[in-house]
């Protein structure tokens, strides 16, 4: 019998190489290599850790391998994994149940990535507006704002603002106008009978958490309902209990016809997403006219349940408003000490750094150094959002280590 011969573990450094040659390169990740991670901390190969302050861009709302969605999940590992939608599986009733319940919406079509749910929603809007609304035959619009970000299909950037997303990708999917965002007069004006929706993000995340105006998503909801098309809000970011609310909406009191889910709804384990709607809306999909073969699958439906029995709790909303408090208090004392500014809602904050300290990137990697993960956006603005679980100790530790970072420059 021979036996191979064991391979010595590599170190981060090692590993890094090792990616270049044989990964795309459509990302520029800090130098740190995570190898285990519990809660809000992770751990690197080398056994460094680090408290993590973008909690995977909010996939990990409840904290790396919280343990009622690692339960959840191998109980089901044992059962079922996968039935492809050919056949029911008997997870499946009981998480559109409960997120219908959870969101107070009628009816959940389940996919798996957020830019899956987003092109759903998209073509949901469209036939929504052929046969319900009457537009004509390919002639559907939908209103978007500038600065968004809904994900990376041909046909997401093809309504996106950002050169660097769409340069080289096109010809591009007809059919969007781009207003800009915290500007109802904009929408107004672009808003026409052959609207199928206003598709926007109640907060924009990559933008910078850029926040709007209080009673904008109420201007909206009340814009769309009177033209007769549909609001969908994006809330894979945003979304379950990130803003101290289930959903950034719920600030201003606001339904919308459309809800797009994603990132948290998997638990940190698996990707789940969801368009969730009003029944007359998701009613106009029939059989062979969408689908997806992980979407719904046993093993997603039970943890996007557990997920949704975490949130039902109202533990992990109120959690986000309390430690946000910390987090704003924490950020004011910095304005004006390597802080211009910053906007902040719930366990979520977009810091513009004073470029005279440091780009963005540079006080990430100065972080990193200090035992902080976070990620910059937009050359001068850095993100928080933390895991929901994080405790304010552990947040005053990461705001601690901003100030140094700070202090003493990159
Ligand atoms: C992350 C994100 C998406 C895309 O989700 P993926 O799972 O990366 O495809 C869409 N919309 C918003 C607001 C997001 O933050």
Partial sequence: MTVAPSRSPRSSAELIRAEEPVLAHNYHPLPVVVARAEGAWVEDVEGRRYLDMLAGYSALNFGHRHPALIEAAHRQLDRLTLTSRAFHNDRLARFA???????GLDMVLPMNTGAEAVESGIKVARKWAYDVKGVAPDRATVVVAADNFHGRTTTIVSFSTDETARAGFGPFTPGFRVVPYNDLAALEAAVDETTAAVLIEPIQGEAGVVIPDDGYLRGVRELTRRAGCLFVADEIQSGLGRT?????????GVVPDVLLLGKA????????????????VLQVLGPGQHG??????PLSAAVGSAVVELLETGEFQRRAEEAGVVLREGLTALVGKGVRGFRARGLWAGV????????????????MREGILVKDTHGSTIRLAPPLTITDEELRTALGALETVLRQGV
Avoid at 245 to 250: D, G, M, W, Y
Avoid at 265 to 280: D, F, T
Avoid at 352 to 358: C, E, M
């Fill in 292 to 297: 997806s073969t992980f979407g719904g699958n």
């Fill in 244 to 252: 101290g609310r289930t959903l950034a909406v719920e600030h201003e």
């Fill in 265 to 280: 709804l998997g638990g940190g384990i698996v990707p789940v997403s969801a368009v969730v709607a009003r029944r007359e």
């Fill in 352 to 367: 513009d750094i004073d470029p005279a300290v440091g780009t963005g990137r540079e006080i990430s990697e100065s972080l």
């Fill in 97 to 103: 149940e409960s997120l219908a319940r959870l969101t």
